[in-house]
Each structure stands twice: as structure tokens, then as C-alpha cells.
Nanobody, 117 residues
Framework: QVQLVESGGGLVQAGGSVRLSCAASGRTFNSYGVGWFRQAPGKEREFVAA????????SYADSVKGRFTISRDNAKNTVYLQMNSLKPEDTAVYYC??????????WGQGTQVTVSL
């Protein structure tokens, strides 16, 4: 069982940066891959980035490549999403989720990121 809590969201101006954190409980967290997803008002939830359990494999949505970086610190049971050069279209609720294979079984409650002009 893994419980996830996101933090770090807020209001930021376009062009600015924000770092989101996903803190996990559970001593086996370093066995899980983790993904970040987001959902904007009136839109479906979409994939943003993912990182393997070891941190050696990462993937990104095309819309965030070169601007966002996913990383993890297994000693702290935390995964990060560094978001730079933010755009208004990045405004969404951001969720982290964990998987040990197959689908993402565990989800956090989400954190709001709002990017203003």
C-alpha cells in the first residue's frame, strides 16, 4: 500500500518556475514507478511525465519536453516535478501516481498550479 501527497502548487506568472513534490508513505516506494498527470478544467486528465523505480528511465509528454524535469529521491520517498518556462496552458490540477507494473494503482489528491499572464 502506498499513499501519495502532492505539494508545491500555487499561482505563478508565465515564464516562471514551480517545483512539485510527491511524498510517499510505504517502505517499498522505491519499487514503484511514478507518473505525474494533470487535469485542466473541462479537459480529460493527461500524462505529463514518468520515472522508473530506479530513476534511470524518464519520459515526458511532448507539450512539456525541455521545460519540465522529473526526478526522485528514494531515500526521502519523494518524486519531484520541476516545471520551468510555465505557460498559461499548464494551468491544471497536478496529480502523482504510482505503479508497480500495469496501471497506476495509487493516486494523490492533487495540487493546483495556476499560471497567469
Amino acid at each position: 500500500q502506498v499513499q501519495l501527497v502532492e505539494s508545491g502548487g500555487g499561482l505563478v506568472q508565465a515564464g516562471g518556475s514551480v517545483r512539485l513534490s510527491c511524498a510517499a508513505s510505504g517502505r517499498t516506494f522505491n519499487s514503484y514507478g511514478v507518473g505525474w498527470f494533470r487535469q485542466a478544467p473541462g479537459k480529460e486528465r493527461e500524462f505529463v511525465a514518468a520515472i522508473s523505480w530506479s530513476g534511470t528511465s524518464r519520459s515526458y509528454a511532448d507539450s512539456v519536453k525541455g521545460r519540465f524535469t522529473i526526478s526522485r529521491d528514494n531515500a526521502k520517498n519523494t518524486v519531484y516535478l520541476q516545471m520551468n518556462s510555465l505557460k498559461p496552458e499548464d494551468t491544471a490540477v497536478y496529480y502523482c501516481a504510482a505503479t508497480i507494473g500495469g496501471g497506476y494503482n495509487y493516486w494523490g489528491q492533487g495540487t493546483q498550479v495556476t499560471v497567469s499572464l
